[in-house]
């Protein structure tokens, strides 16, 4: 499919396991976003790279780790899941730099922790 | 980083105009000004950006005020599929960040 697709859509765990939250996107953008939204809240950025190993902590990075050893795939870790962590999460991806250039989003990832 | 205030919620009939205010006093002169809406269940979708001149396109028009501090997102034509929360976001030139505020939830009646 042509887009950014994220998966799973929907993750239930359990507190202190590892779950990974997968991103993919067909336009090869160089630019790829996590950004996490809770309930009542806007969007805020968890990590973003800027290309393939290129990758740097945005606003709420605990708990989190990412890797893009692939352009079009920015997968999301979350080492030990705590509750604190049950959110929507989306995935974006852009071809410029920021302040030109649209963001594109998932349908995002809702995801709960018990 | 410079931030934006927007009106809670706002309404609009059907068919009619809808002008979305944004406040951003403490904006700089690289910053660029960004909408974006959220529809229920759905990631956030690009609405428009600007810097200093108005912009026009097939979704909306933007306005800025002529010494930066507010922006208006105008719909020249509302309908139920525009009800969404509208997102007003600043960005700065070089950097990778958007900082979303908490928008305004437009209710559009039929």
């Known amino acids: 499919d042509a887009g950014i697709t994220q998966s799973p859509r929907y993750k239930i765990t359990e507190t202190g396991r590892q779950v990974t939250l997968m991103c993919h996107q067909t336009?090869?953008?160089?630019?790829m976003f996590w950004y996490r939204q809770d309930l009542g809240h806007g969007l805020r950025l968890i990590y973003y790279?800027?290309?393939?190993?290129?990758?740097d902590k945005g606003e709420v990075p605990d708990g989190y780790v990412v890797s893009r050893s692939k352009t079009e795939n920015f997968p999301l870790t979350l080492e030990s899941a705590t509750r604190s962590q049950t959110s929507v999460y989306f995935c974006?991806?852009?071809?410029?730099?920021?302040?030109?250039?649209?963001?594109?989003f998932g349908p995002g990832t809702r995801l709960t922790v018990t | 980083d410079a931030k934006t205030t927007q009106p809670n919620s706002m309404e609009s009939n059907e068919e009619e105009p809808v002008h979305l205010p944004c406040n951003h006093s403490?904006?700089?002169?690289?910053?660029?000004i960004h909408w974006y809406r959220q529809l229920p269940s759905q990631g956030p979708e690009y609405v428009i950006h600007?810097?200093?001149s108005n912009v026009n396109n097939r979704m909306a028009s933007l306005a800025i005020a002529e010494d930066r501090k507010s922006s208006t997102l105008i719909l020249h034509r509302a309908t139920l599929r525009d009800a969404a929360v509208y997102y007003c976001?600043?960005?700065?030139?070089?950097?990778?960040?958007?900082?979303f505020g908490t928008g305004t939830r437009l209710k559009v009646l039929a």
């Open positions: 974006a991806s852009s071809e410029s730099r920021l302040a030109r250039g649209e963001q594109y």
């Open positions: 336009w090869s953008h160089s630019y």
């Open positions: 790279s800027a290309a393939a190993d290129i990758t």
């Open positions: 403490t904006i700089s002169g690289t910053d660029y």
């Open positions: 600007g810097l200093t």
């Open positions: 976001i600043l960005s700065t030139s070089g950097t990778y960040k958007y900082i």
